[in-house]
């Protein structure tokens, strides 16, 4: 296992080093946009400090979009048959392979989430040392993106080991714009009412009970899917390895 | 050198650091910015990140200065076949808390579960009781920073010279030391009676040392210490107060309270310094077998 953590960790290091540094770009990317007002950057920044918890949340997203996308990357170079079999023989077999491949995954989720919590603080601390303002904390919306990242990788990546980084990436991206057409048809027939309540809710903070209670059981539902995931995953893998390309 | 010797200048060495690195940062933010400013508002949040990575530092410090090496530094997961005491790391807190809520209830309320159903409904009981296990376990990195050392390194060092019960007394108490010049101004127990404070500190951290010497010794590795540690201080026990009911609102609790109310923990500490001795006895049974 040592060995296949180590293989993980040398083949990802980039993509390891880049979630560290999506963290510190998400939290201060803003900062770095008030500074590139020539007008007046010490108000804006004051803003961004009082008021700029929206930009922060969408800075927070794309960061997590980001390390999503390298998440799906570290899969890359290992969807060959040669290597599937190389795999298949080893002790600890299939299952120490794609329980590697788990554990990086979500070790990338959790570089991330720790670089983000840092440097929030590291935010925090300079916004009150230069402008004596109180940031709004974030954390809590970095929690759920954290399992809503979980949730998703617990879908995406039995099809990239069943289909390869090629095939199932392109799987996933006619499934997202999928999701995307029937939501835009759902949103003209007024089918998506309900869903754009429960989202001005959300974005309210006055949430009814149902909706914060399922809040709140959903990182169990992404750790149990992910756990679920890594068993379908397990299964798949050497189906997969006949149909890689090389 | 006798391997006693060199544990015991390891560990002295391992003491300077940690408490070098996390007393001279600590003392000089009380004296600059004042402890309530510094550690109590959340203004400078990466300050209080940092210096609690004092003990941590320690421990890599010495083991380079002594050329230890790296063989059972606990850094390994360990996950297979432990999966049980990550769970007792996650939920040993909340039970401590449960208890509490009762002792507090029978103590100085009485057992009223109209007003406890009233007070604490089922949605608000789950979204609390879930949300804590959701987050709290997500910031056991920054309790990393004292179990590394603690845990990780000086109980290690400790248990050959002192015994199992001797590291559970003098290694919390050194812990509960460790937390002073945080006690000393209001931290936990206010500031009325600092030097009480820090004894309830001491008393405090034993009991909740030995738990998490039983996790590290269990597992091999410090992050169950590390997952416990955080749930104590990200709100694991607050679902006790789910229990709390007829406690009038005016009462006000002193620090021989305090001591009383850390009942709970002291028991449950005590149940696991037993475990750990039987299974430290069982080990020699076998050895000499």
Aim: charge should be neutral.
């Amino acid at each position: 296992m040592k060995g296949l953590l180590y293989k993980e960790c040398k083949q990802n290091r980039l993509y390891l080093l880049l979630t560290a540094a999506a963290a510190v770009a998400a939290i201060f990317l803003p900062v770095a946009l008030c500074f590139a007002d020539e007008v007046e950057p010490m108000e804006s920044y004051r803003l961004l400090l009082s008021e700029g918890e929206t930009l922060r949340l969408i800075f927070l997203l794309l960061g997590f979009v980001a390390v999503g996308m390298m998440q799906g990357l570290t899969m890359m170079g290992d969807d060959t048959k040669k290597w599937a079999l190389f795999t298949a023989s080893n002790p600890k077999g299939v299952s120490g392979f794609v329980y590697t491949k788990y554990l990086l995954v979500f070790a990338m989720s959790g570089i991330m989430l720790i670089g983000c919590y840092s440097a929030e603080q590291a935010f925090t601390t300079l916004g009150y040392c230069v402008a004596k303002l109180d940031a709004m904390p974030i954390m809590s919306f970095a929690i759920l993106l954290f399992y809503a990242q979980l949730l998703l990788r617990a879908v995406e990546l039995p099809f990239l080991i069943r289909f390869g980084v090629k095939t199932g990436s392109m799987i996933k991206v006619i499934m997202l714009v999928a999701a995307v057409i029937l939501f835009i048809l759902l949103t003209l027939f007024g089918l998506m009412n309900g869903f754009f309540l429960v989202l001005n809710e959300l974005i309210s903070g006055q949430m009814n009970d149902a909706l914060s209670l399922a809040i709140s059981a959903m990182p169990f539902v992404a750790v149990g899917a992910y756990c679920l995931s890594y068993r379908i995953s397990c299964k798949l893998y050497l189906k997969g390895a006949e149909y890689y390309v090389k | 050198m006798s391997s006693k010797k060199a544990d015991l200048k390891r560990l002295v060495i391992f003491l300077l650091l940690a408490f070098g690195s996390t007393w001279i940062p600590w003392i000089a933010f009380n004296i600059i910015f004042g402890y309530s400013e510094w550690f109590e508002s959340g203004h400078y949040g990466l300050l209080v990140l940092l210096s609690g990575f004092g003990p941590a530092l320690a421990n890599v410090l010495t083991r380079k200065l002594t050329n230890e090496g790296w063989e059972d530094s606990k850094l390994h997961l360990n996950l297979k076949g432990n999966l049980k005491y990550y769970l007792v790391a996650l939920v040993i807190m909340s039970a401590v808390g449960v208890l509490s809520g009762l002792q507090i209830t029978f103590t100085y309320g009485s057992w009223d579960f109209a007003e406890i159903s009233e007070n604490a409904p089922l949605t608000a009981v789950l979204n609390t009781v879930l949300g804590t296990f959701a987050s709290a376990p997500l910031f056991a990195f920054i309790t990393f920073g004292e179990e590394f050392g603690w845990r990780g390194y000086m109980n290690d060092k400790m248990e050959p010279l002192l015994g199992t019960v001797g590291t559970c007394i003098v290694g919390g108490m050194i812990w509960g030391v460790w937390h002073a010049p945080l006690t000393l101004c209001g931290h936990n127990y206010g500031t009325e009676q600092p030097f009480v404070g820090v004894l309830l500190m001491c008393l405090n951290c034993i009991s909740s040392g030995i738990i998490l010497m039983w996790l590290t010794k269990k597992t091999g590795s410090v992050f169950p210490a590390c997952i416990m540690h955080s749930m104590n201080n990200n709100g694991g026990t607050l679902v006790g107060n789910f229990l709390v009911s007829g406690v009038p609102e005016t009462l006000e609790t002193t620090l021989l309270d305090e001591l009383y109310l850390m009942l709970p923990q002291v028991v449950v500490g005590a149940v696991f310094l037993i475990l750990m001795l039987r299974e430290k006895r069982l080990e020699k049974t076998l050895a000499l077998c």
